[in-house]
């Protein structure tokens, strides 16, 4: 049993329901490249999946578009039957295309059959945490559909007992609002790193309510990795050499990685927030759990503050 002592980062509740580790485990990057495909080395896939809860991490995040399904479809090859503690949280909302896009779907019709499909292929009778990925954080996937009508049909699974916990992702605060309306919102997983912080009011309105917090992309997908060519990142998202320099003299003096840095930042900027990085290795899964016992100081902090 996994308690508020060998949990990396601590415990969070998810709204009146479990408490999870702050830092957890993000999915995305089981499947091939984009995630899309299987993975080159399955079995490695699933170590690093039975690694993360023996490591302790109870928040895995996932969606049966990642592959599509080969990431669900790992979790449960690797983890099923599942440990009580372990809370799997899922998104849907989107569904893959031909052309490995990213295509919105939210009707009703559409959001029931991909609980359904999630259902299906982690081997749940219920899900633990849904949520709608809306785009309104301004990346990808805008849709026609109402989001009221949307989240009011996610709002009826879950009084069906298909799903015990509601969530938001890409969310503006207005949207956060207005589902409040029509269900309880455990979690809002929005774009946050280091180097972007998206709707600073997002956050503000998930501490205000406890609401978890959850950023997608925490390790900026990446573009901090030393030595990386960041010569085709978005504009705004790759550092500058101060950014880096900065980062790198936090990371020295607590003789740390970049990654470490990045997600102890994380934790230490809201008591709201839960962190999800990604891997496909164990060794990195290894380093970014160790993140939850680095401890910056208010220094750190403010310094890390700034570089946004």
Known sequence: MTDEHTAPG????????????????GAMQLPGPGAWGPPEDPAAARAVLRRA????????????????????????????????????ATKVGVVRDEWRGWSPAATPAELRDQVEE?????????????????????????????????????????????????GLSGVTV??????????????????????????????AACEEHRIAFVPYFPLAAGLLRPGLDTSQAPPGMAPTPEQ???????????GASRAQVMLAWLLARSPVTLAIPGTSSVAHLEEN?????????????ARLDGLA
Request: aromatic share 6%.
């Open 118 to 166: 999630n259902l299906s292929r982690l081997g749940r009778a219920h899900l633990d945490l849904v949520y709608l990925r809306v785009g309104g954080d301004g990346l990808l996937f805008p849709d026609d559909t109402p989001f009221a009508e949307s989240f009011a049909t996610l709002a009826e699974l879950q009084k069906r007992g298909l799903i015990r916990h509601l």
């Open 53 to 88: 809860v023996e490591l302790g991490v109870t928040h895995i995040d996932t969606s049966d578009f990642y592959g599509p399904h080969v990431a669900n479809d790992l979790i449960r090859e690797a983890l099923h039957p599942y440990p009580e503690e372990l809370v799997i």
């Open 289 to 301: 759990v160790a993140a939850a016992g680095l401890r910056l100081d208010e220094d750190d902090v």
């Open 244 to 254: 880096e320099r900065t980062l790198d003299d936090v990371a020295g003096r607590h």
């Open 10 to 25: 601590g415990l969070l509740p998810l709204g009146d329901g479990p408490a999870v580790s702050r830092l957890g485990y």
């Open 174 to 203: 207005a949207q956060l609002a207005e589902a409040r309306e029509l269900g309880a919102v455990a979690a809002v997983q929005n774009r946050f790193h280091l180097l972007d912080r998206g709707d600073p009011g997002v956050l």
